[in-house]
């Protein structure tokens, strides 16, 4: 704890920075994931194209990432949206999968009845189908956004990692106190971030409160 004192301010602009690196592709990912879950539900060629690219870039190493994309991008390799691309692929290569489950697990008859109401196919969409899907979409964004805590950790290779820069620095100096503070510290930001989605998640869908109580 003496050592979490004594740098304290750097302590705090890692966990700024950690922060922006690891929930801004998830905010990202969540976006792209929806229509591209939404498309992979309507047919089931489309389903199988879409999950199998998921999969395929999940599956790519994060260090190679991080190499790569400023080749492609034309971005300094010591830049920080090399980490937040990357950090976007791995979000959405899992977002989709699970937006794509949540729809799919919607009622046919709550389908056909808002369909019988008049409800337009983006209109039943919006208000109807992507609510109901919410539990299983935020089971999901809860694994990609530890996951995402987790992974920023290895851009400290390239200058930026968040908390992960405790870890190297603290093994390159030999300083122990500095690698226990950052796992701990990025233990914290993963355990509050997934409390922060299961209260949201619960405040998003009342109906699910309403029917554990009948």
Known sequence: MNWVFRNSDLVLDLVREHL??????VVIGLVLAV???WIANRRGWLRTLTLN????????????????LPLILGTRILDAVNVVIAMTVYVLALLVRTVADGLSAVPPRIIDSATAMGYRPVWRFLTVELPVAIPVIVAGLRVAAVSSISLVTVGSVIGFGGLGKLFT?????EIPQETITGIVLVLLVALVVDG???LGGRLATPWERAGAHR
């Open 20 to 25: 922006v690196l690891s929930l801004l592709p």
């Open 35 to 37: 229509p591209l879950g």
């Open 53 to 68: 690219a998921a999969g395929f870039l999940y599956t790519l190493p994060s260090l190679a990432l991080f190499v790569f």
């Open 169 to 173: 620095e603290g093994f390159q100096r």
């Open 196 to 198: 922060l989605l299961v």
